[in-house]
Nanobody, 119 residues
């Protein structure tokens, strides 16, 4: 019931910046948290950042101080501003939206967008 469309990925140089966007549609009122995962080849999928409906944010240790997650509720948009990018940030980034369900939390996923940081 929730559709997520990502944009903003691409290739940048070491130290550069990118701004990822995620547009949500559908039954967005059911969502209580949104965020971003990433997965690089040979690595475990990692939660990069999340934001709740009350504005509480959470960041992976590797993202703290460099990344900033934000939202625009009026436009049903979520953003991930990534600064001081490093080659280690290279991964496929996935937008997600979470809603409560019976005895678990259900996640909707975007299609993924490639972020490549060259040294």
């Amino acid at each position: 019931q929730v559709q997520l469309v990502e944009s903003g990925g691409g290739s940048v140089q070491d130290g550069g910046s990118l701004r990822l966007s995620c547009a949500a549609s559908g039954n967005i009122l059911s969502v209580n948290v949104m965020g971003w995962y990433r997965q690089a080849p040979g690595k475990q999928r990692e939660l990069v950042a999340s934001i709740t409906t009350t504005g509480t944010t959470n960041y992976a240790d590797s993202a703290k101080g460099r990344f900033a997650i934000s939202r625009d509720n009026a436009k049903n948009m979520m953003y991930l501003q990534m600064n001081s990018l490093e080659p280690e940030d290279t991964a496929v980034y996935y937008c997600y939206a979470q809603r409560p369900a019976a005895f678990y939390n259900y996640k909707y996923w975007g299609q993924g967008t490639q972020v490549t940081v060259s040294s």
